[in-house]
């Protein structure tokens, strides 16, 4: 309804200014605020009831045609034929006023046809000026709201992507969490069963130790995210089964900043470099692999080993390096940085 009203308003203002501004000259206006409040309000009146008539015609044919002939369809056409509709409502609805008023009133002076005929078209041009800013009013109005709708469809549509595309991500993220069993279990169970047939106790040890570890894995694999102090308590114990497994072939050098114990890491994340390490690199008693955990000022946590690598490369399942930097760019964390030369294999994982 307020809408209408904003329509009636707008009527009723532009045929008052066109009414003027067609014949601005002519003598009816001379004097007309000294006209008896009887006659003004009985215009006022009949301006307010053909502004209405006006406005609901022209309503009504733009209602129609966004049903018969939308704008999306055929512009030009759909512009051109309620262009016309619109001036010959609005030629009718002077037609059939000026008759009932011809037909009711008496009081009406007579005056010659050629102003009779001027007064009608400027009468008509009224109308049809009136009737095309209306039309021009709602079609403005129903492109907005068209617009707005299909700009609301748009960005559900995009947020259901974002949903599907998350959920995606979110399904690679856990699945390439999952790898990380395997990696760790078939690499320390064998070095278990060797233990318990040489040195009983020592196997026990190694198996509490195995247990701890494994526990921390499962719980702690399901996060995106772990506190570095966390992880690199995980990382003593694990540490422990290494030097058990391969002895004095490998030596460790940890140098941790303790302003950066509180930041977080990937869970498992170093575990899987030193894994790495060790897979592809010689570890011997007279030439140890040397790996070296260190942070940097730049926030980074560097994992680097010395650069000896097998004769025979041992077949790799592809979760290492490639894990780690798959769950970085799914999280939407900087990647990690890998160097390589001559004497070194080095990986900067950023500090979240």
Request: aromatic share 10%.
């Given at each position: 309804?307020?809408?209408?009203?904003?329509?009636?308003?707008?009527?009723?203002?532009?045929?008052?200014?066109?009414?003027?501004?067609?014949?601005?000259?002519?003598?009816?206006?001379?004097?007309?605020?000294?006209?008896?409040l009887?006659?003004?309000?009985?215009?006022?009146?009949?301006?307010?009831?053909?502004?209405?008539?006006?406005?609901?015609?022209?309503?009504f044919?733009?209602?129609?045609?966004?049903?018969?002939?939308?704008?999306k369809?055929?512009?030009?056409?759909?512009?051109?034929?309620q262009?016309?509709?619109?001036?010959?409502?609005?030629?009718?609805?002077?037609?059939?006023?000026?008759?009932?008023?011809?037909?009711?009133?008496?009081?009406?002076?007579?005056?010659?046809?050629?102003?009779?005929?001027?007064?009608?078209?400027?009468?008509?041009?009224?109308?049809?000026?009136?009737?095309?800013?209306?039309?021009?009013?709602?079609?403005?109005?129903?492109?907005?709201?068209?617009?707005?709708?299909?700009?609301?469809?748009?960005?559900?549509?995009?947020?259901?992507?974002?949903?599907?595309?998350?959920?995606?991500?979110?399904?690679?993220?856990?699945?390439?969490?999952?790898?990380?069993?395997?990696?760790?279990?078939?690499?320390?169970?064998?070095?278990?069963?060797?233990?318990?047939?040489?040195?009983?106790?020592?196997?026990?040890e190694?198996?509490?130790?195995?247990?701890?570890?494994?526990?921390?894995?499962?719980?702690?694999s399901?996060?995106?995210?772990?506190?570095?102090?966390?992880?690199?308590?995980?990382?003593?114990?694990?540490?422990?089964?290494?030097?058990?497994?391969?002895?004095?072939?490998?030596?460790?050098?940890?140098?941790?900043?303790?302003?950066?114990?509180?930041?977080?890491?990937?869970?498992?994340?170093?575990?899987?470099?030193?894994?790495?390490?060790?897979?592809?690199?010689?570890?011997?008693?007279?030439?140890?692999?040397?790996?070296?955990?260190?942070?940097t000022?730049s926030?980074e946590?560097?994992?680097?080993?010395?650069?000896?690598?097998?004769?025979?490369?041992?077949?790799?399942?592809?979760?290492?390096?490639?894990?780690?930097?798959?769950?970085?760019?799914?999280?939407?964390?900087?990647?990690?940085?890998?160097?390589?030369?001559?004497?070194?294999?080095?990986?900067?994982?950023?500090?979240?």
């Amino acid at each position: 309804m307020k809408r209408r009203l904003v329509i009636w308003l707008v009527a009723i203002i532009t045929f008052c200014i066109f009414s003027y501004l067609i014949n601005p000259f002519d003598p009816a206006w001379e004097g007309y605020l000294q006209t008896p409040l009887q006659v003004i309000i009985e215009d006022l009146l009949w301006v307010f009831l053909f502004s209405v008539i006006i406005s609901e015609v022209s309503i009504f044919i733009d209602k129609i045609l966004n049903k018969l002939l939308p704008w999306k369809n055929r512009t030009v056409k759909r512009l051109l034929i309620q262009c016309a509709l619109q001036i010959v409502g609005s030629i009718l609805i002077v037609m059939v006023i000026n008759f009932i008023i011809d037909s009711t009133s008496d009081s009406i002076p007579d005056m010659d046809a050629r102003k009779e005929y001027t007064l009608l078209g400027q009468w008509v041009a009224t109308n049809i000026v009136i009737s095309l800013i209306i039309s021009a009013f709602n079609t403005v109005d129903y492109l907005l709201a068209n617009w707005k709708k299909t700009a609301e469809e748009a960005a559900q549509h995009k947020l259901r992507a974002s949903k599907h595309k998350q959920a995606a991500m979110a399904a690679e993220l856990q699945a390439l969490k999952l790898q990380i069993d395997p990696h760790f279990i078939f690499n320390n169970l064998s070095v278990l069963s060797e233990l318990i047939l040489e040195d009983q106790q020592l196997g026990f040890e190694y198996s509490e130790k195995f247990a701890r570890v494994y526990r921390y894995l499962l719980v702690n694999s399901k996060k995106d995210i772990i506190a570095l102090e966390e992880e690199l308590r995980f990382l003593d114990s694990y540490i422990f089964l290494i030097e058990k497994r391969i002895g004095e072939g490998v030596i460790f050098k940890i140098d941790i900043q303790e302003d950066y114990r509180a930041m977080y890491t990937l869970p498992l994340s170093v575990q899987l470099l030193v894994e790495n390490a060790i897979k592809h690199n010689q570890t011997s008693k007279s030439h140890p692999l040397e790996i070296e955990i260190y942070t940097t000022s730049s926030k980074e946590l560097v994992v680097a080993n010395t650069f000896l690598p097998l004769i025979n490369k041992p077949d790799s399942s592809g979760v290492g390096l490639t894990n780690i930097s798959a769950r970085y760019e799914i999280l939407g964390y900087p990647q990690p940085i890998i160097e390589k030369n001559e004497n070194q294999f080095i990986v900067k994982l950023p500090l979240i």
